[in-house]
């Protein structure tokens, strides 16, 4: 007991120390830098700089790369922000992000993963944001994109059940959405909606498609598309922020942008609702992770139709 009250004051000096440390290799800025297309006072990124070394350092590292004194077993890994890549926002996948969208991940934080919500004020929550970028030469060079543009639900609660039922056939028969996610139809279910929406037949289901399919991505790690059933969505969850994840893909990875992208016969009308009633049936599905007994009424269902093997 005696040696374990000796290490720890050295352990607390250590912690001061390394503190220490990082406030003299960190960052300090004498002039405004421009950064996504417009110019950032030497202010707001000295007050970046303090706000990052004390709320994101610990995870994200002195330098940004993702790899803080924190970040060693997080799963996924702290954003590395010298790629100048995210995963969510209001842009087409593969363009920067607005700092609308910066500040809603930073506000309201990844769900299931150690990216929690940091309640700071809105001077500091803007002040990260821009000092974020100046780890990543992207933001020297480009602007952010422009937000894609949501149209109304043409559905609501009265139709919900309509659109749901649609959606199903978007996700097997058209957006093959099982090609990475579950699928959670039967094999003829998926031959009639692929048929239905496209007049081809679907091909058989891959095998163990009652599972999620470990993809690559641009970060350096692989990840698993969830099964909305049982893994948390991290970004909203409501049917109008899924229409927009959707819509917009997740930057970096496999998931791509559907927007436009659900009428053979390139009907904007007709794609968006079809993009809405494929909102609605993935919150469908997302809603089951909260009834234990509806999940297993709706997979003792579904793997009876399924066949034997």
């Keep these: 007991m005696k040696k374990l009250s000796t290490l720890a004051p050295l352990g607390l000096v250590t912690l001061f120390a390394i503190s220490g440390l990082s406030s003299c290799l960190s960052k300090t800025f004498d002039g405004p830098r421009k950064l996504g297309g417009k110019w950032v006072s030497t202010e707001t990124l000295n007050l970046g700089h303090d706000t990052y070394m004390n709320h994101c350092m610990q995870c994200h590292g002195i330098a940004g790369d993702g790899k803080g004194p924190a970040a060693q077993g997080m799963n996924p890994p702290p954003r590395n922000f010298h790629q100048g890549l995210i995963k969510f926002g209001s842009v087409t996948s593969g363009e920067l992000p607005t700092d609308e969208d910066l500040k809603h991940t930073i506000r309201y934080g990844l769900r299931g993963t150690p990216m929690l919500p940091w309640d700071i004020s809105d001077e500091r929550l803007d002040a990260v944001v821009q000092y974020i970028k100046t780890f990543s030469p992207a933001w020297e060079k480009g602007v ?41 139809a039967s094999q003829s279910e998926v031959d009639a909606a692929s048929k239905e929406l496209t007049g081809n037949d679907a091909g058989p289901l891959r095998d163990e498609s009652w599972m999620s399919i470990s993809q690559d991505s641009s970060y350096g790690h692989k990840f698993v598309p969830p099964d909305f059933t049982l893994m948390p969505i991290k970004t909203g969850g409501d049917v109008a922020s899924l ?67």
């Design 243 to 309: 229409y927009r994840v959707l819509g917009t893909g997740v930057g970096g990875t496999s998931m791509p942008s559907w927007k436009g992208q659900l009428s053979p016969k390139g009907d904007e009308k007709e794609s968006e609702e079809r993009l809405w009633a494929l909102a609605y049936y993935v919150h469908s599905l997302h809603e089951l992770r909260f009834d234990t007994a509806a999940r297993n009424k709706f997979f003792s269902t579904l793997n009876a139709q399924r066949p034997v093997k």
């Design 144 to 184: 952010p994109g422009t937000p894609q543009p949501a149209t109304p639900d043409p559905f609501g609660q009265a139709r919900a059940s309509e659109a749901v039922a649609l959606g199903k056939k978007i996700y097997h028969g058209m957006a093959q959405c099982y090609s990475c996610h579950p699928s959670y």
